[in-house]
């Protein structure tokens, strides 16, 4: 949960200041970034998703005295759901006309996402995660990574591996690599890292 913790920081604190780069009317640069920012909130949405459905009702079950601590988490989880949602309805305006005005209200609601966000999420791994090791099984922390998975797309599959694995260190990267099967680390090896080094550079224009 932390390196995919990563991932978000990362690519949200990246995106305000990549758009308020963009040229008023670049509607191609500005179709590039608002894809790629709501493939993040669809990954956010879906990561929260997972979580108040198979995380957040067990440890309010088994770890009664932290309920406070608990529903705190979920009240992130609906402060953060707040700014996906107004970022589903400007992103497209912005998208389509790349005006600077449309991009600076989409910059601004990205930095008020990314503020509560790595609050929320500061939080989750400082008090949380040292929960769901106490009170919960494997099996059960499986399913809310199977859960996750099972909303990625094929396509971008080999991406958001390098997205993962980008800032990760030796040790966390072994151990994604190693829950691979082998032919899928084969692909990395032989396509992912270039395509995501092609996909970097897409998006943040280096």
Do not use: C
């Not at 978000?8 to 990549?18: C, G, Q, S, T, V």
């Not at 780069?21 to 509607?27: I, L």
């Not at 305006?93 to 996402?113: F, I, N, S, Y």
């Not at 008090?127 to 494997?138: D, N, R």
Request: no cysteine; proline share 3%; hydrophobic share 45%.
């Amino acid at each position: 949960m932390v390196v995919v913790h990563r991932v978000f920081r990362r690519e949200l604190k990246l995106a305000p200041e990549l758009i308020r780069r963009v040229a008023p009317g670049d509607t191609a640069r500005a179709a590039t970034l608002a894809s790629w920012i709501k493939e993040i909130l669809d990954g956010l949405h879906h990561h929260h998703e997972g979580e108040d459905k198979l995380l957040w009702p067990l440890l309010l079950d088994r770890v009664t005295f932290e309920a406070d601590l608990v529903n705190t988490m979920e009240a992130q989880h609906e402060s953060v759901a707040g700014h996906i949602e107004a970022l589903s309805e400007l992103l497209p305006a912005w998208r389509d006309g790349a005006a600077a005005k449309a991009g600076e209200q989409v910059a601004d609601t990205l930095d008020r996402l990314y503020e509560d966000l790595v609050i929320h999420l500061d939080q989750e791994e400082e008090k949380i995660l040292p929960l769901v090791s106490q009170h919960l099984t494997k099996e059960e922390w499986d399913r809310l990574g199977e859960y996750g998975r099972s909303h990625l797309s094929k396509d971008r599959l080999l991406i958001q591996l390098g997205a993962l694995l980008e800032d990760a260190t030796d040790w966390e990267r072994q151990a994604f690599l190693g829950l691979l099967p082998l032919p899928a680390r084969v692909m990395w090896t032989l396509l992912g890292k270039r395509q995501y080094r092609k996909e970097v550079a897409r998006v943040r224009g280096v």
